[in-house]
């Protein structure tokens, strides 16, 4: 497909079909019933103008879509390998990053424990002394008093250069009959196919004062007689 043949084609819609259509369309109105009759002729008319214009760029849309469906595919196999080799890379990355995680989180863990038995030993070592000095009640309240554990976190876990490790919580339902009213939905896709069946009645069926039933109406054209491409 060429430029100038979608040109030429977008050229022949605006001079041959549209003007006609288009005039008559914004001067029409319906105010008996044979007027009505009339735009439902025209309706025919309309819509075999429409075929006739799908038929003259449907061979363009085919070819266009057949040259874009080459290039993409080519693109695809020209990037699999290097879409394999970043799967492969951010694996390995995402992989030590949760080593690195995990082994903080053990790292403090310990730090935490050390640091409570310090505070155990340093709470027994002054009650102690106080005992030692003859203030015994002073001993007890040191051995009663809750133990103060320093506050420790490890250093942040640095991603490589030109890397950024994004972490996001995700989660699955185990239970859903034990979710929150708030944090469930209902079946719209059953809903809606019940109410295409049953109409208003369907309230009913899906719960009274659950829903509103609304009706839309539009209005299908049948094309006039449409012979060739080339004429309407």
Known sequence: MSENELETTVTRAQTEVLPAIVERARSMAITNAEENAHAGAFLGQIMAAKKKLMAW???????????????TGARSAALAPIEAAEV????????????ERQ??????????EAAR?????????RAAALE????????ERV?????VVPKFEAPPIEGPKGATVVRKWGFRVVDETRLERAYTMPNEKLIRSVVSIMGPAAIAQVGAGSIEV???????????KYDAPGEL
């Open 103 to 112: 082994a903080r989180l053990l790292r403090e863990d310990r730090e935490r």
């Open 117 to 125: 038995r310090r505070a155990e030993d340093d709470q027994i070592a």
């Open 143 to 147: 051995l009663q008093a809750p133990v």
């Open 214 to 224: 609304s009706e839309t109406s539009s209005v299908v054209g049948r094309a006039a």
């Open 57 to 71: 760029f449907d061979p363009i849309v085919t070819s266009a879509h057949a040259t874009h469906k080459a290039a």
């Open 88 to 99: 492969a890379v951010k694996g390995m990355i995402a992989a030590w990053d949760r080593q």
């Open 132 to 139: 030692a000095a003859g203030q015994p009640k002073a001993a």
